[in-house]
């Protein structure tokens, strides 16, 4: 059973409390330990004492409470090393190296000082019998002020872990021109930046602070990244930080009001940004001077993201286009390319692709025909089943289309050549050009070649009629290990409703 120490203390907050441990199995200890400390003060805080009579009471309770901060520790209790085996417990399974521990005995036999100080983490040792109320005093004054400058640098290695991480999530966004997510990786490692320059402690901040990073649109303000209560994107936002957001956008400037702080960071595309921060304690002069400086950074950082936002839906949209002007070449269906690209997106997360892989398979999926350009009309156009020598003219457009992008060095183009060269390769390494097989054809590759067969069985050509999805499906399944790799086939097909949805939302 554990007791909590009953002496009246001054009415404070917790963490206006040291909280010390007792472990003894003699409840006249505890009894002399609180009255002697009954009237302890340190740095302006006083204690909380907490009692447990057992080395497996004591487990519970550091369990319990894991910023005790002093422990005074007996050794023989329910066994004659039960002190030491809790302090092996405490150090080495729950990592806790920052409580002090003053190991306490009755029987100094059983645990000799020299032996227990050089093979535990004990940071002092007492006889009980030589350990007066002014010795409890000064022990216990140093060991609070030794666990306060060990949380101290602890913290002080947290916030610069902090920022760092919160440093590098804001070059790593800006850094990488075809992230679709860029602008809200930067915007998570904004959160940190400002947390750590307002000198805010990241656990706490989640538990009862809430940051938001938001952008504000025509119909409001949209949430980009949050954390603590605010992590769900999707949450409508409360009205005091809604008044708050509009105070600031309207004044056109970062406000501190209250415990609150909202940093406003226009751009020279006219959109607004504005960060969030509740929970925030008194800050000085030079505290709001660096965030005014970090605010003038921001502003530049968002007008660059917002620039390789435009350029990247530029490019997008000029692929789109000349995947398009390839298809009505071809005369093949209108939104053939755009379906390709949506499908290669859909399975390539299927298939745990990184999101930027993702995304540049997205992009280059309707280069995939490029070659085509090249063909004759009289080949590519010829309503009937082509004959040998015009087979063998047709099967040169992924050669082509390969070598249209080859010299290329932007990540993009290079996919674009695998993508051309390689989507009409097959798994069992009959296809063409190179007749590559297995994995040796490049996932990309196997990817498109999967959902371009798909598209245009499911869809009306020139030489044939739309078949029935049951029949495609049949078709696939016979190609298992074929043409197609077996892994991903069995993806697409067990994710059937949401590739329809994609061949529903561009019919042609």
Not at 2 to 9: D, G, I, L, N, R
Not at 114 to 127: A, G, Q, T
Not at 147 to 173: Q, T
Not at 185 to 209: N, P
């Amino acid at each position: 059973m554990f007791k909590k120490s009953t002496q009246k203390t001054p009415k404070q907050a917790p963490d206006q409390f040291w909280k010390v441990l007792i472990v003894d199995d003699e409840p006249e200890v505890h009894t002399i330990t609180k009255v002697a400390l009954n009237e302890f003060e340190f740095d302006e805080k006083g204690l909380t004492l907490l009692s447990a009579y057992s080395g497996n009471e004591a487990k519970s309770m550091i369990e319990a409470h894991p910023d005790i901060a002093l422990i005074y520790l007996d050794v023989v209790m329910e066994s004659d090393d039960a002190g030491l085996i809790f302090v092996k417990y405490l150090r080495e399974e729950l990592k806790n190296k920052f409580v002090r521990i003053v190991l306490r005995t009755g029987q100094p036999g059983q645990a000799p000082e020299r032996k227990v100080i050089v093979n535990y983490d004990i940071n002092d040792y007492k006889e009980k019998t030589d350990f007066d109320s002014t010795k409890l005093f000064t022990t216990t004054l140093a060991g609070l002020r030794a666990y306060r400058d060990i949380m101290e640098v602890e913290a002080a290695r947290k916030s610069l872990d902090r920022y760092r991480l919160g440093l590098e999530e804001v070059i790593n966004a800006s850094a990488s021109l075809f992230e679709i997510r860029s602008l809200q990786k930067f915007a998570r490692g904004l959160l940190d930046q400002i947390a750590c320059i307002l000198h805010l402690d990241q656990d706490t901040l989640l538990v009862r602070s809430n940051r938001w990073t938001v952008a504000e649109s025509h119909s409001g303000f949209e949430v980009m990244a949050g954390t603590g209560n605010f992590s769900d994107a999707t949450a409508a936002l409360p009205q005091k930080v809604s008044a708050l957001l509009t105070k600031a956008s309207q004044a056109h400037t970062s406000i501190f009001e209250n415990d609150q702080f909202v940093g406003y960071f226009p751009t020279k595309s006219g959109k607004v940004n504005l960060i969030y921060l509740d929970g925030v304690d008194a800050l000085d002069e030079l505290d709001k001077r660096m965030i005014q400086v970090f605010s003038s950074n921001v502003t530049i950082a968002f007008d660059n993201l917002y620039l390789d936002r435009e350029i990247f839906d530029t490019q997008v949209e000029i692929i789109d286009t000349l995947g398009d002007v390839v298809e009505s070449r071809s005369k093949e269906t209108a939104y053939h390319v755009k379906r390709v690209s949506h499908l290669s997106r859909l399975l390539g997360r299927l298939a745990g692709l990184s999101e930027n892989d993702v995304d540049v398979l997205f992009m280059s999926a309707p280069m995939h025909d490029v070659g085509k350009v090249a063909i004759p009309d009289r080949v590519l156009l010829k309503p009937g089943k082509l004959d040998a020598d015009e087979w063998e003219i047709m099967k040169t457009h992924a050669e082509i289309g390969q070598h249209i992008f080859s010299k290329s060095h932007r990540p993009v183009l290079q996919a674009a050549a695998i993508v051309a060269g390689q989507h009409h390769e097959k798994f069992d390494g009959s296809g063409y050009p190179n007749g590559l097989k297995g994995e040796d054809i490049h996932i990309y590759g196997r990817i498109v070649a999967l959902v371009d067969v798909f598209d245009a069985l499911i869809h009306k050509r020139c030489y044939k009629k739309a078949w029935p999805l049951d029949k495609v499906i049949a078709e696939l399944k016979t190609q298992e290990g074929k043409h197609f790799d077996p892994k991903l086939l069995n993806l697409f097909l067990d994710n059937m409703k949401a590739v329809m949805t994609i061949v529903e939302a561009y019919p042609d």
